[in-house]
Structure formats: C-alpha cells, structure tokens
C-alpha cells in the first residue's frame, strides 16, 4: 500500500492570498514508521517532556510556546530539519502538490480542484509503479477539516465517473480524515504545502528548493507538481512548467 498524507496551506477566502496549495508526501506503508521516528527525534529535542504538533505557519508565527523562546533563525532552522527528513528519505518516497491560483479559477472551488488533480497524479503514479511488477493500492489520508464530506464525496465520483483527466484506478478507499496531532505525517504534509505556498504565493523558494527534488518525475516531467496559473505557463520557469514545456519542445524537435 502506498499513502499519500496531504494537507492545505492558504485560504479560499482570503482575497490577500493568490493561490491555495494542496500538498503533501507519499510512501510505502512500511517508511511512515521511520520517517515519524525521525520527526519524534526532532520535536524530543525541542522539548523532551511535552508532546509537540509542528504547523509550519504556527513555528514560523512565533507567537506560542515553545515557539515563541525562539529567534527566527531558530523556527527556520526547525521547518527547514523537518523538510529535509523527506529529501534523505527512501527513493519511493515522494512530494505531490498543486498550487491554484484563485482568480484565474474563479467558478469553481480551488481546493477542489487541487484535490482532483493530485488524486489523478497520485493515480498515474501508482499505474507506474503496478506496470513495474508490483500489485499496489494508494490510499490518500488527510488532515481532519471543513472540507471532509465534499472531498470524500468527490473521490467517490472520481472513481465512479472519473475526473477530467480520466477514471482513477488504483485507489483503494475513499480518503481517510485523521486529527493531525496523532499523525505527524499528516504534520509533514502540512510543510510540503506551506513550503509550496510560499513559492508561488511569496516568491520564497528557502523551503520549496530542500524538497524540489523529491516531487515525483518520470520522463523528465516533474508530475507531483502542478501549477494551475493559465495565464501565465508559457513563461513560468517553475520546475513544474518548465519540464513540461521542455518536454513539448523536445518531441515537436
């Protein structure tokens, strides 16, 4: 089985915010038991006695314990060490992300439509890796949230109708919503999507570029990351634009 732990950063509402970001990391079953180890070791060292639940956009806040005793190169420091457990984790483990921008998807729902895209990568990816030899599901497992019926709702008819893209194949439930303080992947998935939040929303790329090279590539294209911006992905030079027009320039050649 392999999971995908996804979770949001940025808000549908917030008229400040150009994009919304869906986001997260995929693995074989048997790496979410060391790669939470890895976290445990970090929040230990941070304070031994008391359990901590790291949200990229509360560290970097600095405004409750223990974040708060902190300078800013410290909370930096901190989401950058949690990154970088996904950058020296095992080959099969991979980011997935896709980054909206609101305006130009003003009719529909964003999130929604982050949702269907990275269930179709998702999809693709485990069509890969059963045409490989494997015999493999994927289960996607989310943050608990507002958004839980819809998006449960919505995986259903993605395997019952389909999506734009095509039917989804290889999932094997509809997604599972759990409370993120009892899964510290689901906390790594919420740094995945504040790292690509504030790539495309800011400009920053300090934490997107740790783990720009784990997002899951085949053929050159870097498919775990999609950016939705229509007006502008002829000129982009994002790692997700820019292999897929370098790809088309190269099979027109």
């Keep these: 089985m392999h999971l995908l732990y996804l979770d949001d950063s940025g808000s549908s509402g917030n008229t400040d915010e150009k994009y919304i970001v869906l986001g997260g990391i995929s693995l074989y079953e048997t790496q979410a038991f060391h790669i939470t180890k890895a976290i445990d070791e970090i929040a230990k060292s941070i304070d031994p006695k008391n359990p901590i639940e790291f949200h990229a956009s509360e560290i970097l806040a600095r405004r409750s ?18 990154l ?27 999130l929604k439509l982050a949702f269907e895209d990275i269930s179709k990568r998702f999809d693709l990816y485990l069509k890969r890796v ?9 289960l996607l497992i989310l943050d608990e949230s507002s958004h839980e019926t819809t998006l449960q709702n919505l995986a259903i ?35 995945v999507a504040y790292a690509v939040f504030k790539r495309y929303n800011h400009g920053d790329s300090q934490y997107f570029d740790i783990i720009a090279s784990k997002f899951y590539s085949n053929d050159n294209i870097i498919h775990g990351l999609a950016h939705k911006h229509p007006n502008m992905n002829m000129q982009c030079m994002c790692i997700a634009c820019y292999s897929r027009r370098l790809s088309n320039s190269h099979s027109e050649e």
């Design 65 to 82: 314990a223990p974040w708060n005793k902190m300078t800013r190169e410290d909370v930096r420091g901190i989401v950058k060490s949690l």
């Design 84 to 110: 970088r457990i996904i950058t020296n984790s095992a080959d099969s483990t991979y980011a997935f992300a896709c980054a909206i921008h609101k305006a130009s998807f003003s009719n529909v729902d964003p």
């Design 130 to 138: 059963n045409t490989e030899g494997s015999n493999q599901r994927g």
């Design 157 to 191: 008819d993605f395997r019952n109708v389909g999506t734009q893209w095509g039917t989804v194949k290889y999932l094997a439930d509809i997604p599972l919503f759990v409370d993120s303080k009892a899964s510290r992947l689901v906390q790594l998935a919420d740094h």
